[in-house]
């Protein structure tokens, strides 16, 4: 079966760059998730998508944006990267009209270094 | 505000002995709770929820979780641990009448270790 899929698997930027992480959901998939999960932490919530609009904020900085398009693939874009935001980046998907609804399907995530 | 305890950051036991990670929540209304299991270096992995129901749901890998309304707890077990069990276990709870919140709230995760 189809899985969330990720792009890059692994990122390395400087300090000061930018970066933009993609997320391709499971098909017929309406929502996107994505979390950020610093070493040994728990997931933190960013921001998801409900059909293409912002549905929930989370802690993202205001240096990142994220946006989900018209095949509903979504991208997590990140500026003025800082030393702090290495981290695993994780999408998720899910089927909110669903019979496996509530139900989120993680990628493999991208792991982002700043050097 | 909503939140996920799970107590113990580390839980140990041996291969063939029953094993249980704690959780208990805090949330206005009724819960969605769910388990996660991470594997190093791997996304996380969703092994069973509970919505509504029996208080007792089975989920992947022989897992299963007790709902617990009065002590708002729902702890993960498994009768036998097997040495691939080990991994980072993570409990979420969302809030079902949270409208168009769709966030998971995350316990800070317990790491299984199951020794040979």
């Avoid at chain 1, 290495?86 to 998720?92: E, G, H, K, P, V």
């Avoid at chain 2, 704690?22 to 009724?30: A, D, E, F, I």
Wanted: aromatic share 12%; charged share 20%; proline share 5%.
């Amino acid at each position: 079966a189809a899985g969330v899929i990720q792009s890059p698997r692994h990122l390395i930027k400087e300090k000061r760059e930018t970066a933009t992480l993609k997320c391709y959901p499971i098909p017929r998939h309406d929502t996107v998730y994505w979390y950020q999960q610093g070493p040994g932490q728990d997931p933190q919530f960013l921001i998801s998508f409900y059909e293409k609009m912002q549905s929930d904020k989370g802690s993202i900085p205001d240096r990142f944006s994220a946006q989900q398009f018209s095949d509903y693939h979504s991208e997590l874009n990140m500026s003025s990267l800082e030393l702090g935001d290495s981290a695993l980046y994780f999408c998720a998907s899910s089927n909110e009209r669903g019979m496996a609804k509530n139900i989120q399907y993680f990628g493999a995530g991208t792991r982002l270094s700043v050097l | 505000a909503q939140s996920v305890a799970q107590p113990e950051d580390q839980v140990n036991v041996a291969e063939g002995n029953p094993l249980t990670v704690k959780c208990t929540y805090s949330v206005s209304g009724n819960p969605y709770l769910f388990w996660y299991v991470q594997y190093p270096n791997r996304g996380l992995q969703f092994l069973l929820k509970y919505i509504t129901g029996d208080n007792l749901v089975k989920g992947s890998y022989g897992f299963e979780a007790e709902f617990n309304k009065s002590q708002t707890s729902f702890h993960l077990k498994k009768p036998s641990a097997l040495v691939s069990d080990s991994a980072l276990y993570f409990c979420a709870v969302r809030a079902f009448n949270a409208g168009n919140n769709r966030k998971l709230i995350w316990g800070l995760g317990t790491s299984l270790a199951v020794n040979p």
